[in-house]
């Protein structure tokens, strides 16, 4: 593994397995301070295209990606989302403008995943490092946290034993190296599942705008994915029948099931091995948080590791974890609650309280990412 000498004078290698949007970053950030970080993934490539997965690009990840170009990029290929409201029957309860929030960017726009990793992997090549496709990270337990070792397999079969200075699992969810290292991952996952669908129209359909529609009990997320693309996610089994198409269907391009879990990892780091994204915190996509706080995790890891203050990562990023994960475990009861009091308190209250000001400017902030602390290595007022 190439290596580079940091803030402190020391020469340091690195490995970072999981090449999703959080490794990428991590390795982008890396190596624009002159790090050669190698970075491996057990999948063949990206995701697809049509695997959209996460959808929404914050103002802060645009401000993050802004030293590197991809900010750029990622603005030029993503379809704006210039309005948010909720809905309950009728009555508007929440009606947001994402483009009133203070700073570059408006406060979140809509691109595939498999979109923004190309744009990373692109921005990589140019420091000339690739991720390396098929080859999986190996490692029952990590017996030694500052000097860790792992075993690499790639896709023919051959292994590779890897001592790198500094180990970064951004291997998501599942993550082999927090299960490595012994780590928990502790928390709750609700008890409803929820549907995913994404229809493209033949004919022109509005995509500015996201929408939630609470049926008490039970929601319809329209968000839109591209010009023509539609995403819906929804509690409600038979979901697509409840849809009103916008225009004529010309296909459904992928659709999916999930549950959602709130856990995270405390610490996130121990001695030289640091997890990022969903290996170390995963929640509710309600707000469009979850890949904007793994990239804020790889941005900050990244500057630390020159900074040479890499044992303060977990200190600075555990408070931001707990608070997206206290909002976003908030926004999900509030539009999947039962309750008919309940229900009824929300839809009365919710739109007075959203008419003042600094309410709806706290919303916003949050829809942005501008509620976790701000990078001190970028300048831009927010």
Not at 86 to 94: D, F, M
Not at 180 to 197: D, I, K, Q, R, S
Not at 282 to 299: K, V, Y
Not at 361 to 370: K, N, P, Q
């Amino acid at each position: 593994m190439a290596e580079r000498i940091d803030g402190e004078g020391r020469s340091r290698s690195i490995l970072i397995a999981g090449a999703g949007p959080v490794g990428l970053t991590a390795a982008l950030e890396l190596a624009r301070r002159g790090f050669a970080p190698r970075i491996v993934d057990a999948g063949a490539g990206p995701i697809p295209l049509e695997e959209s997965r996460a959808l929404g690009v914050n103002a802060r990840t645009l401000t993050l990606l802004s030293p590197s170009g991809v900010a750029g990029r990622i603005v030029a290929a993503a379809q704006p989302i210039e309005r948010f409201r909720a809905r309950s029957g009728e009555r508007i309860l929440v009606q947001l403008d994402t483009r009133n929030v203070k700073g570059r960017f408006s406060a979140i726009r809509a691109l595939s995943q498999g979109a923004t990793e190309r744009l990373l992997i692109e921005a990589l090549a140019a420091h000339g490092i690739a991720p390396e496709w098929r080859t999986a990270v190996v490692a029952e337990t990590i017996a030694d946290v500052h000097k860790p070792e792992v075993v690499l397999r790639r896709g023919d079969g051959t292994m590779e034993t890897v001592l790198p200075d500094i180990l970064i699992g951004a291997d998501g969810a599942h993550s082999v190296v927090r299960k490595a290292l012994g780590a928990g991952f502790p928390g709750e996952a609700l008890e409803a599942f929820f549907y995913l669908a994404d229809f493209r129209y033949s004919g022109p359909v509005d995509t500015h705008y996201g929408e939630v529609s609470i049926f008490d009990p039970g929601l319809i997320a329209r968000l839109p994915v591209s010009a023509d693309t539609i995403r819906y996610i929804s509690t409600l089994e038979d979901f697509e029948s409840r849809i009103v198409h916008p225009a004529a269907v010309a296909e459904k391009t992928w659709a999916s099931q999930f549950r959602i879990h709130f856990r995270h990892v405390e610490p996130i780091a121990r001695g030289n091995v640091f997890l990022a994204g969903d290996a170390a915190h995963i929640h509710s996509p309600a707000g469009a948080r979850g890949m904007n706080l793994g990239i804020e995790d790889a941005c900050w890891l990244a500057w630390l590791i020159a900074e040479g203050r890499e044992q303060e990562y977990s200190g600075l990023r555990i408070p931001a974890v707990k608070q997206v994960l206290k909002q976003t475990y908030g926004l999900t009861r509030l539009v999947t609650m039962r309750n008919p009091l309940a229900i009824a308190a929300r839809n009365l209250f919710a739109p007075l309280l959203l008419r003042f000001g600094p309410a709806r400017r706290t919303l916003l902030r949050s829809v942005a990412g501008y509620d976790t602390p701000r990078p001190p290595w970028i300048d831009w007022a927010e």
